[in-house]
T-cell receptor
Framework: DTGVSQDPRHKITKRGQNVTFRCDPISEHNRLYWYRQTLGQGPEFLTYFQNEAQLEKSRLLSDRFSAERPKGSFSTLEIQRTEQGDSAMYLC????????????????FGPGTRLTVL | DQQVKQNSPSLSVQEGRISILNCDYTNSMFDYFLWYKKYPAEGPTFLISISSIKDKNEDGRFTVFLNKSAKHLSLHIVPSQPGDSAVYFCAASDTQAGNQFYFGTGTSLTVIP
């Protein structure tokens, strides 16, 4: 296991279709994040899991978006009824929990899934 | 509402010289800051971090400075190398409030050989 992997790397879909992305984090990492990045912007937080529990969701995450991490390992992000505004790079990151002694682990990012909605 | 700002979209530096990338934030509750580097077609890669209890953290050629009163941090790269050419993002978090990280818009650094 050499890092965070995401599948697919690219997805082109028509408006109104549903899409699902997968993220496989670094195996010992119990925290998993989803971000969205559009051109010229930094990554925007979407949601966060600790193990299988989804603990935080951004206001950006509309009800068309749903994320799961059923066994606390890989995660999926589904977008229903895609819109052209959903076109973006979707990034997944993983990290360990806050370490004893106050050292905070950084997030390791995957290569992202580029979504284009026509 | 952009809580983390990188006001310089791009920066060019000669190889061997110092690169200084700047980042400003508005939320005084942010207590943990990171810098990431991103190459095209790859996800961001962690570079260096700093906690609000410090004002400087150094790792090899990379040093991050934090000025809490000014809500400003900077990344210094000395000496700059052509392989440092990438987009650099700063990110901040209020670790007491949760696990959300706020990213700046990035600065594209070009190191000229």
């Amino acid at each position: 296991d050499t890092g965070v992997s995401q599948d697919p790397r690219h997805k082109i879909t028509k408006r109104g279709q549903n899409v699902t992305f997968r993220c496989d984090p670094i195996s010992e990492h119990n925290r998993l994040y989803w971000y969205r990045q559009t051109l010229g912007q930094g990554p925007e937080f979407l949601t966060y899991f600790q193990n299988e529990a989804q603990l935080e969701k951004s206001r950006l995450l509309s009800d068309r978006f749903s994320a799961e991490r059923p066994k606390g390992s890989f995660s999926t992000l589904e977008i229903q009824r895609t819109e052209q505004g959903d076109s973006a790079m979707y990034l997944c990151a993983s990290s360990l929990r806050w370490l004893a002694g106050g050292s905070y682990n950084e997030q390791f990012f995957g290569p992202g899934t580029r979504l284009t909605v026509l | 509402d952009q809580q983390v700002k990188q006001n310089s979209p791009s920066l060019s530096v000669q190889e061997g010289r110092i690169s200084i990338l700047n980042c400003d934030y508005t939320n005084s509750m942010f207590d943990y800051f990171l810098w990431y580097k991103k190459y095209p077609a790859e996800g961001p890669t962690f570079l260096i971090s700093i906690s609000s209890i410090k004002d400087k953290n150094e790792d090899g050629r990379f040093t991050v400075f934090l000025n809490k009163s000014a809500k400003h941090l900077s990344l210094h790269i000395v000496p700059s190398q052509p392989g440092d050419s990438a987009v650099y993002f700063c990110a901040a978090s209020d670790t007491q409030a949760g696990n959300q990280f706020y990213f700046g818009t990035g600065t594209s650094l070009t190191v000229i050989p």
